[in-house]
């Protein structure tokens, strides 16, 4: 009889502690279930949010030029110096010098071989003046666009936008601030690799994919 119950006893002790260890591991399970629906939620709800932001603002960045007057200038000799988004003064002064190599052609003592430089310097300046007024629509188009969105969808940004994503815009800012502001070369238009706008541009984009979970 004792046998038995001591049997009994050990045997409800053992049920009783499986039931515990089930309902602590269901909890368990249930409990990460829980955060894992709340993650997948709230990271649904972050792209919903951050996906119309982010196509905006790419958009926006891409249509910056990704050359300074100065870099269009490289090839002009006794250039003017473009800064503070003058281009105005650089245009000008352009024609200032055109217009001097002109009258220099008129003087009737200027040999061929003088007379086929100043032709030169009067044709580099013309393709310099044509570039950098295309420069300076795109440039002023994307930076009023850019001004528009850090009025109207900066709140998003903010609020949603990752910590990469962040401070690659930053960076990027600080570029276009030192491009079209500061004066300094961007770099080859045609080289993106030391492109210094190609390559700020090109992280910020890829920052954004990868916060939207998209693959680069």
């Known amino acids: 009889m004792s046998e038995t119950m001591t049997t009994a006893f050990i045997s409800a002790g053992a049920t009783l502690t499986v039931t515990i260890i089930t309902l602590i591991v269901n909890a368990y399970i249930e409990r990460f279930r829980s955060k894992l629906d709340m993650q997948q939620k709230m990271f649904l709800s972050k792209r919903e949010n951050l996906n119309d932001v982010y196509k905006t ?3 926006i960045i891409n249509l910056y030029p990704s050359s300074s007057p100065n870099d269009i200038m490289k090839f002009v000799e006794y250039s003017p110096n ?3 988004e003058h281009y105005d003064t650089v245009l000008r002064s352009l024609d200032y010098q055109v217009e ?4 220099q052609l008129k003087v009737e003592s200027v040999d ?59 960076v990027f800012e600080v570029v276009i601030h030192n491009v079209f502001k500061s004066g300094r070369n961007a770099g080859e238009d ?4 030391n492109n210094i706008i190609h390559v700020s541009r090109r992280n ?5 994919r990868s916060d ?4 680069k």
């Open 112 to 170: 061929s071989e003088r007379k086929s430089d100043i032709e030169t310097q009067i044709l580099n300046r013309e393709y310099a003046k044509n570039k950098i007024s295309e420069n300076r629509d795109e440039y002023y188009i994307a930076r009023d666009k850019y001004k528009s969105f850090c009025e109207c969808d900066k709140v998003a940004f903010d609020l949603y936008a990752g910590q990469e994503v962040r401070n690659r815009l930053e």
């Open 204 to 208: 910020l984009i890829n920052s954004m």
């Open 57 to 59: 603002l790419i958009s």
């Open 212 to 215: 939207l979970g998209i693959q």
């Open 190 to 193: 045609g080289d993106p690799i």
């Open 82 to 84: 473009y800064s503070m």
């Open 100 to 103: 001097n190599y002109k009258n």
